[in-house]
């Protein structure tokens, strides 16, 4: 089916981040929602590696899996939720949510990761405060008296 939509102008103006890295998990692309939710510009995040925004105590295993979808051309994350910590440029924690798509060259080798990203930061610290607060009744109504 064909369609006059223009992937490039969709990219540009969909509100969630949309970052791709190639093999070596360095970035290729970055809109203008990556901009908005991570602070750092395209110019700046251009050919920089994913370690821009994955916080340092995760950099390993986040490499690790990186790797790991590189070798086997899979990712668990195409249609799971990945939920993780991440940092944005001035250095404030954030939680994300995204999922990831393999892109593959002519040869069949990954070619680039592509991740779809949404900012969970509020959601996340609703979430925990929520957490707290129940934890805090519940251990009212379990105190004798």
Same mark, same amino acid.
């Given at each position: 089916?064909?369609?006059?939509?223009?992937?490039?102008?969709?990219? %540009?103006? /969909?509100?969630?981040? #949309?970052?791709?890295?190639?093999?070596?998990? #360095?970035?290729?692309?970055?809109?203008?929602?990556?901009?908005?939710?991570?602070?750092?510009?395209?110019?700046? %995040?251009?050919?920089?590696?994913?370690?821009?925004?994955?916080?340092?105590?995760?950099? /390993?295993?986040?490499?690790?899996?990186?790797?790991?979808?590189?070798?086997?051309?899979?990712? !668990?994350?195409?249609?799971?939720?990945?939920?993780?910590?991440?940092?944005?440029?001035?250095?404030? /924690?954030?939680?994300?949510?995204?999922?990831?798509?393999?892109?593959?060259?002519?040869?069949?080798?990954?070619?680039?990761?592509?991740?779809?990203?949404?900012?969970?930061?509020?959601?996340?610290?609703?979430?925990?405060?929520?957490? !707290?607060?129940?934890?805090?009744?519940?251990?009212?109504? /379990?105190?004798?008296?």
């Amino acid at each position: 089916m064909k369609t006059d939509v223009d992937c490039r102008a969709l990219v %540009a103006a /969909a509100p969630d981040a #949309i970052v791709a890295s190639d093999a070596e998990g #360095i970035i290729v692309l970055w809109n203008a929602g990556a901009e908005r939710i991570f602070g750092y510009t395209e110019d700046e %995040a251009l050919g920089r590696s994913l370690d821009l925004i994955t916080p340092e105590r995760l950099r /390993a295993r986040h490499w690790e899996g990186y790797a790991r979808s590189m070798q086997t051309g899979s990712t !668990k994350y195409g249609t799971t939720l990945l939920k993780v910590p991440a940092t944005h440029k001035d250095g404030r /924690a954030m939680s994300i949510a995204f999922t990831v798509s393999m892109l593959f060259g002519a040869d069949g080798k990954v070619s680039s990761v592509v991740a779809v990203i949404r900012d969970e930061t509020e959601r996340f610290n609703e979430d925990r405060a929520l957490r !707290k607060r129940l934890a805090e009744l519940e251990a009212r109504l /379990a105190a004798p008296g």
